[in-house]
């Protein structure tokens, strides 16, 4: 018998057993008839199917939403031709009506139905625009309290509890218990990596996959500077960035640098904007906390009112900073208000 013939069997029969408990939304995997994998997978919960292989893994970016996904060698215009082995109405497949766009592009599919239910649900809490956008702005520990509350509220959901690593990152390997599957996902959002899942064993991940797309994740791209008239956001961070970069190329020059001789060796890959808050971080982190308090922030927003144009945009600017609204800055923080968090650029040498 064929491994991918058997492994349907045995995971369907398991998720139609887990599937018997009340509130349980279970993904029940659909067999043909020789045991095999049938080409579309559907998850009546959210409304969501995609395209597997025969062996059961899903193909990345063939995941849509309330309609048939197209893939190779199936008639999709005709969705009940592959369901005949959904003819016992055990409610494991959706009836695709509502045409729309798929919300997931080919680098977000994997241990689908878990990872999907899991924003669906938390997206129709947050009652956003998009899931991506409900997603992003949260570090692994906020999600991980919002999912532990969300657990504890309901307890049979099966929500998927993500597991973290200092600084707000995610583990590289990520497992929803209810079910055993586990999967590889980037450190710094959580996304799950296509093709990566497995059940009852511990999938092989790289340790730092991050996002390259990191003007997509980017938290601070289109959040609102309060006070600061529109349009004007950019042109005001500019403006602080360029005064923060000449007072740390002058501080580098000076020959008693008013830091106090706290001058790290820089890193050869950072770009100079990435130098300058470094830099800058180190200069307000006065007791080495990894972050900026309440009172380090005082000589900060002093600093942002006298250098950085317009007035206006200054006044709320550290609340705009403090993503997590934890009343302290992080670098990672500092970073994204300034907008040097993104990859690349033109790496540049100061003089000693």
């Not at 309290?145 to 200092?166: H, Y």
Request: net charge neutral.
């Amino acid at each position: 018998v064929d491994a991918g013939q058997s492994k349907c069997r045995s995971e369907r029969a398991q998720a139609l057993e887990q599937a018997k408990k009340p509130q349980e939304a279970v993904f029940i995997p659909e067999c043909n008839e020789d045991g095999s994998f049938t080409q579309v997978q559907c998850h009546t919960y959210t409304g969501y199917c995609w395209c597997v292989t025969p062996d059961g893994k899903p193909i990345s970016g063939s995941s849509v939403q309330n309609k048939t996904p197209v893939c190779s060698g199936s008639v999709t215009d005709k969705p009940s031709s592959q369901g005949n082995s959904g003819r016992k109405d055990d409610g494991s497949k959706p009836t695709p009506t509502m045409e729309t766009q798929p919300i997931f592009d080919g680098e977000e599919i994997t241990a689908p139905t878990l990872w999907i239910k899991h924003l669906v649900i938390k997206d129709s809490k947050l009652n956003s625009s998009s899931i991506r956008n409900s997603e992003k702005v949260h570090s692994c520990d906020q999600e991980r309290q919002s999912a532990l509350e969300e657990a504890r509220q309901n307890p049979r959901e099966g929500i998927v509890i993500p597991e973290c690593a200092p600084g707000g990152l995610y583990k590289p390997v990520q497992c929803h218990q209810s079910t055993g599957y586990c999967w590889c996902v980037l450190v710094d959002t959580g996304r799950p990596l296509p093709g990566t899942s497995t059940r009852y064993e511990t999938p092989v991940c790289e340790s730092d996959a991050r996002s390259k797309s990191t003007e997509i994740d980017d938290p601070f791209k289109d959040r609102e500077l309060p006070g600061c008239p529109e349009g004007k956001k950019v042109e005001f961070i500019t403006s602080l960035l360029d005064a923060l970069t000449t007072d740390m190329v002058q501080a580098i020059n000076s020959a008693a640098p008013t830091g106090g001789g706290r001058f790290s060796e820089p890193d050869p890959s950072h770009t100079l904007e990435e130098r300058v808050v470094h830099w800058y971080f180190s200069q307000l982190d006065n007791n080495s906390s990894n972050d900026i308090n309440k009172r380090e922030l005082k000589p900060f927003k002093r600093y942002v009112k006298k250098k950085a144009k317009p007035k206006k945009c200054a006044r709320r600017f550290t609340d705009y900073c403090d993503l997590n609204k934890d009343k302290s800055i992080s670098l990672q923080e500092l970073k994204g208000c300034l907008g040097v968090s993104k990859e690349g650029g033109e790496c540049l040498s100061f003089p000693t």
